[in-house]
Each structure stands twice: as C-alpha cells, then as structure tokens.
C-alpha cells in the first residue's frame, strides 16, 4: 500500500520481512508452537495490522496486555486464542469470559471474579496460572502454588490450562545461571501440579530471548514478541547466540517510520534553531522542518543527536525536538523540496537507521523506541 498524499507522517510494515521472522523462529522452535505478542499495540506496529499478517501466517495464539486489547481483536473478527498477559480488573471478569479471553492468573480474587462470571455466562473460563520464578513482578511464589490451585478446585467453572513464568535476566547477560535458577522453579512448580493430579495442558516461559538461546525452555509454547518484529532482544543475546556456536537467527526489521518536509527555509550564520536556543549555525544552512515530535515518539533526548535521511543522505537534527516537529539541517543535500519523503527509522539509498541506533543515542532500548510510536499514526502494510 502506498501513502495516501494527505498524510504528513506514516509507519510502514514490511511485510515479507514480517513472515520471514516468523519462519526463522518456527525453525529454531520445531515443534512447540508459536504465540504472537502482539501487546503494546504489538510493540508499536500495529496491533489489528500484525495481527492480520500472523492469521494469515497461520500463527494460531496471541498475546495481549489488557483486556481492551483482546477485545479490540475480537470485534475485529480475529478467532485465535488470545491470552491476556497483563492484569485483569476485576470488573472485566465478565468481558473476559464473553469474549473468550484466556487470562493470566495469579490472585484469588481474579479466580473468584472469573468463577462468577463463568456462572453467569454459563461458560467455563479460561486462565494460565502465573508462577513467580524469580522476576518478582506478576506471579505467585512456588511455595504458595499448592494452596492456590487446592482453592481452584472450589471452581470448576474456572478451567486452568496452562503454567507460564517469564525469566527476569536473560537478555541483560551473556551468564545464564539465573535463566537456569528460574527453569528450575518453574520445573518445581509444574511438580506441585502434577502431585496434586491436575494435568496442565500448555506450558510456557520462553520469551524472544529464551527461544533463540534456550531450547529447554520451549515445552509447548513460546511467546514470541520483539524478534518476530525483526529486532534483537538485546546485544548480549547475540552475543550469547554466537558463545553457545549456535547459528544467529537472520532476522530482519519490519518497521520503517517516514514523514514529509513541512517547510524548506534558509537561516543566515548565527541562528538560533529551537527551543532554548540550545543550537546555533555555524553558517548559512537551510533547514527542513519535519512535522514529527515527541507526541509522535521521537524522542526528546534526540534533540542535537539524531538525524534522518532525505535523498538518501543524514540530515542532522538540529535543536530540541519539539511536541510537533523537529528540523534537520539539509544544507549539503541538494535539490530538497516541500514535501519530499524524510526516513526517521529505515532504509533510504545505501544508509539507514534503526531503532537499535536511536535507542543508543536516546539511552534507553529498541523495545522503547518502537512501542511509543504514536498508535495514530497510519500503519501500512508494504
């Protein structure tokens, strides 16, 4: 699809680099099967769009964070089974079992809630049991796993059908003894289970990470989020990919971010540029303005630090990144005009820039970079 003329800014998703990723990772999984993660408006590609491609890769689970997500899924007509990985207000119990919403469990009182509404829908409901491994966020301890899954029993409207964990250091290192500490209590738990004679169909921990570096953390099912969107979970998992002789995964990035030119204009030696002034020329230059801010997710902290490409060629930012726009400095890149295309994350000629580049420049991580573009801005699929 192309760009409609009338837009001044867009994201495109790439989508044969989309159904590469995910043969690269059905490949290193074999024979455990794939959920899609597509939360955070799947980490800020769109979420009804990445999902259109994952059914059409023939990708049979989704992960989402909220409720309101798995909902937005299912009035789109998307019939996967859609597990919410975040929390569930108690109030949305109901929302849930209607919608066939699997949900992550780990509090009586989502047990409870979802058992009354089970009742109620005359329907059972659906949840994966949360088991706190080590990461210390979501989860109950295995310590407290027997008495909880004891009190499910006084809920057979509540069907438990899986077991997940998520590991809390494994993409910070190249060491894996925590990663290990980890399977174990997960394995621990799993054992709880199976002495009390409740048979947990789907088994779960591996993230993009672990499905790259761990195959003793596959089981059934592995949650597949940043690297099905063509992005390294971080350095260090390569970097352990190509420690362990293991083949890296080739994968390829999805997401390209452009805008148009809102104006061309030429300012004298000595100009201020921005707010706070905080750049000045250092000659005659000729700036482009580009409606992009922080609003949009380009971030404040790429003020005097990014750049973009136009025609092929950096353009530095020049001053502080506003709400609405930022300028670049075109002044060796001839011919430019109102309205030509700008590239803020992709391919333009022979150079690029990644979200791996800005999240350097910005201090923080490509999972930042992507999942804060703003969800307004049209996604096309390319």
């Not at 394995?187 to 790259?212: D, F, N, T, W, Y």
């Amino acid at each position: 699809m192309k760009p409609d003329n009338k837009l001044v800014q867009w994201v495109e998703i790439n989508r044969r680099a989309f159904f590469h990723n995910v043969a690269e990772f059905r490949k290193r999984l074999g024979k455990t099967e794939l959920m899609a993660v597509i939360k955070a408006n799947a980490y800020g590609h769109g979420l009804k769009e990445i999902a259109g491609l994952a059914e059409e890769a023939g990708i049979g689970w989704f992960g989402v964070h909220s409720l309101e997500e798995g909902l937005t899924l299912r009035q789109a007509g998307f019939r996967q089974k859609i597990l919410v990985l975040g929390y569930l207000p108690l109030a949305g119990a109901e929302d849930a079992v209607q919608g066939d919403l699997r949900v992550t469990v780990y509090n009586s009182e989502t047990l409870e809630a979802l058992a009354r509404a089970a009742r109620k829908m005359k329907r059972p409901a659906l949840v994966h049991v949360k088991i706190e491994t080590g990461t210390n966020r979501q989860g109950i301890p295995v310590g407290k796993l027997g008495s909880f899954l004891r009190m499910s029993h006084k809920h057979p409207e509540v069907l438990i059908e899986g077991f997940s964990s998520h590991f809390a250091n494994i993409e910070d290192t190249t060491d894996d003894i925590y990663p290990k500490y980890q399977l174990n209590n997960f394995l621990q738990a799993l054992k709880v289970a199976e002495e009390l004679g409740i048979k947990i169909p789907v088994r779960h921990m591996s993230c993009s990470a672990a499905a790259i570096l761990f195959p003793e953390t596959y089981f059934n099912l592995a949650r597949v989020g940043i690297g099905l969107y063509g992005l390294w979970p971080s350095r260090e998992t390569l970097v352990s990919c190509r420690l362990r002789g293991q083949q890296p995964l080739k994968l390829k990035p999805v997401l390209g971010w452009k805008a148009k030119i809102a104006q061309v204009k030429s300012v004298p030696r000595g100009a201020y540029v921005g707010y706070g002034c905080t750049y000045r020329t250092t000659r005659p230059t000729k700036l482009a303005v580009i409606p992009v801010g922080y609003y949009d997710g380009y971030d404040r902290s790429l003020s005097n630090a990014a750049y973009v490409l136009v025609k092929g060629k950096r353009a530095q930012v020049r001053g502080r990144v506003c709400m609405d726009f930022i300028m670049a400095d075109i002044t060796d890149i001839p011919d430019v005009s109102l309205e030509d295309t700008v590239t803020l994350i992709g391919s333009d000629g022979r150079d690029k820039i990644t979200a791996d580049q800005l999240a350097a420049l910005a201090g923080t991580i490509n999972y930042e970079i992507v999942t804060r573009i703003n969800p307004f801005i049209p996604r096309l699929i390319v």
